[in-house]
Structure formats: structure tokens, C-alpha cells
């Protein structure tokens, strides 16, 4: 897959900073509370971890709206949020090319004289999926669809590498739990296995 | 290195023979020459990576020579005799093509002869020429090579062995030469960059049906030669191949039409968050579980890794031994592969979990409803006959949220595998 190892240190890092930072333990914290924290935490790592990306900075601003993260957000990131926290200025340059890529639309259907009716229901169709898109991939809403696509495909790959990282974090705490609960047998079986 | 590398060797199993060998290969590689090792390695994987017909943005090499060794050895080529002469034959190989003096700069200094790459040839993989412009004339960085392949359209997305990679890949100790931003940074140049050549040679080409002078715009007779209509149909040529990539990445696609590509990438965005979400959910994230964990990271989880195997071989419970040591490295995502393939497996027992956990009090363990729901979606992917190890995986979450009744429901379901 394209996700290096690289990432999957830097995520896996990045989340235990992240939850010493946010103090996430089951007996002070709620069921939500806790929740809410490791998914930011979890969330805050992919981000840092997969670097600078469209989706990322949307993530990142999107979870930043949110009172409540603000504080954890400039904990973990540091003077790197607010270096993210600048308006980004792409987003102005993207209407004025969409209305160059519909106009030259235009022109062509008018010199081609075609009415097509079903393509302009798959059009309409297309269109209301891409909107939603839009709405799931963070950062979404100010990119074309190209440059959406592309988006969609590494925040696809992110996300899965962020699942399955999850996933291995937790049997391992599973499996650590366990040997932790064992550890009052385990001089009796250690002097069994040397016997043997 | 030691540790990992036998690992990996416990563990990867039918993986094993070519990954180690390409390991082995990149080893002895580095162990080899005086040669500064990141060049070298680049220069090698650069050698070798325009022969493959893919887009290498964001790719690993080593992952990649894996997985068409490995692909090598399924097609019947003959074991090589070690996995070193193979990398130079395969080298030799594109050598044949390409004769690049980059190449034998290569050979050369490997200090071996070139063993017979013409001859050999029979026994390898038919190594689809590479887009002849994109070979030449390259430097030795892979970020070069990623904005010159990355949008040929008659060549296979992006991720068309992504799924073959994610497989492979994961399951060995890759190295890796460049970050992944170098990639990601590429493929914007490109898009950027395409535009203007292909707006230069559309009109000479389509006015006489001569070969274009880059691959990517074809040639094609009575279509306006305006650039309006070429800049649309080389937007919609790399929006397709993007479609094209983000369909491979959704697992049992099988639909090619645009709208219905679009609702699946939808429906896989959203259970991959939601996936996200649960498992946030069953998560206990102790600061006593997690301590422990720290001091591994930060130790890049060698010594810790070791230091755990040890440990747990005295526990004589092998998959908490599988389960540490993929840790940081490899083969969750087979699992998940398996998982996701299934869709359901994870997702209801852990749903389940947070239910309960949500309406019960999070510590009091509920063994006898888990156990019959691990016993209940334990056969399933037993049925669908493949990993054993995915139902101890997927059973493990259960407990996840309960204190105390860890040991009794997990243990039965690992007496399974």
C-alpha cells in the first residue's frame, strides 16, 4: 500500500502523545468523554502523520472549530497550528476555474448541437454524489473535482492505515493486559520451560 | 535488525521465501559496496521501477520488489539461486531495454558479471516495456520517475497492485527510501505541468496522425483540434484514471460506470469512519496500558519487541506473541483485508461492546452474551475459509471494555486457531 512505515511510526507516536496529553483514562472520563478524546487524538495523529494535504489542514481547521480542542490542538501541535490556522488562500482561485471549465463545457455541447438527456442525468447524478463526497472528505467543499478525487483516494488510504493501526494498538494492549494478568504464574511456567 | 528479520521469517510464511529473499538482496546490497546506500538503493530501484507498468507515487520500492518477486516465483520462473543475482538479472533485464548508462554504472559496480539477462529472459515475467520516454534520461530519483508515469492513462492506476502491495507489503520489514511527501508533491507538479505540453502537441498530432511526442495524449482523427475539447478530455482522462485508482482501493468493487463508483467510494468512506469511530469506542486507553507503550515507541519498539516475544513465549500463547510483534510492523492489514471483505466481522462485536459498555456499567464483563456473539461470528469467516487469525482478532475487542472477564472469553476463542 502507499502508506510507508514512515506513517505508521509517526501515527502511532503521535497518538500516545496524544492521549498522555488529553490524560485519557477510564476513571476520570465518561464513556463519551472518552470517546471524543482518543477519536481526536486518533484523528490529530493521521493528520500529523500523512504531513500537509488539503484533507489534512481541513481536518485539522474542521476539528479546530470546536472549542473544546483548541486547547489540545496547540498542545500537540504547537507553532505548527498556527501556521495551519491561516486562512488558506487556494480555496478563492477554485470558483473562478470551475466557471472557466463549465463555459468551455458550454461551448463545446453548443458546437457539438447534442441534446443529451441521459448524459445529463447521469451528470445530475454524478453532481449530487460529488456534493456528498464533498461533505465526507474534510476540507472538501473547496476543491474540484479532480484534485476531490485525489483527495478522496489518499484520505481512503489514511484511513484505513489509521483503522488497522488502531486495531493493532488495541490487541496489544489486549495482549499486554493479559500477560499483565498472568504475571503471577508466569515464575512457576518460566521454570517449567527452562526444565524442558 | 536480527529480531525483525527473524520474525519475519516466523512469520510471513508463504510470503517469506521472496520477501526474505529481497531483504536478504537489499542487505546484502547495502552491506556490499562503499557506495553511499540511499543513492545506491535509489539508483537500483530506479533501475528497476520504470520497467513496472505502475505509478510509483507514494510507493515503497522494497514493498514492490517483493511483490513482483514474489509474483515472479508464482508464475513459474524458477527459484533463483539467491535473491542478489535475481535483482541483477532483473536489472540486466531492463538494462536490455533501456541502457541507461546509470544502469551499468550499476552492474558494474556490483562487481558481477551480467548473467545472461537475453537469455534469461524467457524465465521471467513477460516485464512490460515502460513508457520509452519515461526510462531515458532519468536521474536517479524516484520523484522523477512518479511525475513522468504518474498520468499516463493506458497504463494501470495507481493502485492496481495496491491491494497485492497492502497484502504483501505489510507482511515484510520494508525499507524505505524516500518519504511519501515526496511523492504526494509530485503528482500535483504533474497535473499541473501536463497541461501544457498536451495543449502544444494536440494539435500537431491529431492534424497528422504522427506519433505524439508524449505518450499521454493520443492521437485521435476527426475530433476538433481546439483547446478547449483537448484540456476537457485530458481532464476527463485523469479524472477516470483516478476513479479508476479509487476503485481499486474499495475492496468487491465491481461496478465501472461513474455514478455508482462514486456511491461505493461514498459507502466505504463512511464505514471506514465509522470504523474509526468504534474502535475509539472499545479502546481502553489506560495510562497504565499505554505507559509501557511509550517507552516502545520511542525505542522504535526493537529492544521492547524482543524483550516482549520473550515474554510471551513463556505464556506459550502464540497469537499474543503474533500480536505484539505486528505491532509496528506488519500483516494487521491482511487481517483487515479480511474484515473489511466481510465488512460485518469487526464492526458488530465491537458495537456490541460499546452497547453494552454504554448501557451497563463499563466494568462489569457480560461473558456469557460476548462469548455466544464471538462464537456466533467466529465461524463466518471460517466459512469463508481464510485467516484463523481474524476471529481472535476480532474476538479481542470484545473484552477490550470489561475489566475482568478478559481471560475467560478470550482464551476459548483462541484455542481455535
Partial sequence: ?196 | MQPSSKEMQGMAGGLAPSAVAAHIALQELQNDGGVDHDDFLDQMMSGLAPAWPMGLGGYDEASLLGSRLRQHQAAGGGSPPNGKSMLLQLNHHHYAHHASPQQQLLLQSMGQPPAGGGGDSGGFLPLPLSLGSGGSGHSGLLVDISREEVDAPFKASDSTKAEALYNNGFGENHQHFHHPQNHRGAPPAAAGKCQVPAAASGSPSTGGGAVPPRPRVRARRGQATDPHSIAERLRRERIAERMKALQELVPNSNKTDKASMLDEIIDYVKFLQLQVKVLSMSRLGGAAAVAPLVADMSSKAGAGRGEADGAAANDGLTAAEHQVAKLLEEDMGSAMQYLQGKGLCLMPISLASAISSATCHPRSPIPGGLSQLNRRTAPSPHAAGDAPSSPSMSALTVPSTNGGGDADISRPSRCKD
Fill in chain 1, 1 to 196: 500500500m502507499q502508506v510507508a512505515e514512515a506513517f505508521k511510526h509517526a501515527f502511532l507516536k503521535q497518538m500516545l502523545l496524544g492521549f498522555q496529553a488529553s490524560v485519557v483514562s477510564p476513571k476520570s472520563m465518561g464513556f463519551q468523554e472518552r470517546k471524543s478524546a482518543i477519536k481526536l487524538s486518533a484523528d490529530v495523529a493521521m493528520a500529523v502523520a500523512r504531513g500537509t494535504r488539503k484533507w489534512t489542514r481541513g481536518l485539522i481547521a474542521g476539528l479546530s472549530k470546536e472549542h473544546q480542542n483548541r486547547s489540545f490542538l496547540q498542545l500537540i501541535l504547537g507553532e505548527q497550528y498556527e501556521r495551519l490556522m491561516k486562512p488558506c488562500h487556494s480555496s478563492w482561485k477554485i470558483p473562478r476555474c470551475k466557471k472557466i471549465v463549465r463555459r468551455s463545457l458550454r461551448v463545446c455541447c453548443r458546437r457539438k448541437k447534442k441534446k443529451n438527456q441521459v448524459g445529463v442525468l447521469a451528470r445530475t447524478l454524478v453532481a449530487k454524489r460529488t456534493q456528498e463526497l464533498k461533505i465526507l472528505v474534510p476540507g472538501g467543499e473547496s476543491m474540484d473535482g479532480f484534485s476531490l478525487l485525489d483527495e478522496t483516494l489518499d484520505y481512503v488510504v489514511s484511513l484505513r492505515a489509521q483503522a488497522d493501526l488502531m486495531q493493532s494498538l488495541l490487541t496489544t494492549i489486549e495482549a499486554s493486559k493479559l500477560r499483565s494478568h498472568s504475571k503471577g504464574t508466569l515464575p512457576e511456567r518460566k521454570a517449567s520451560y527452562v526444565g524442558n
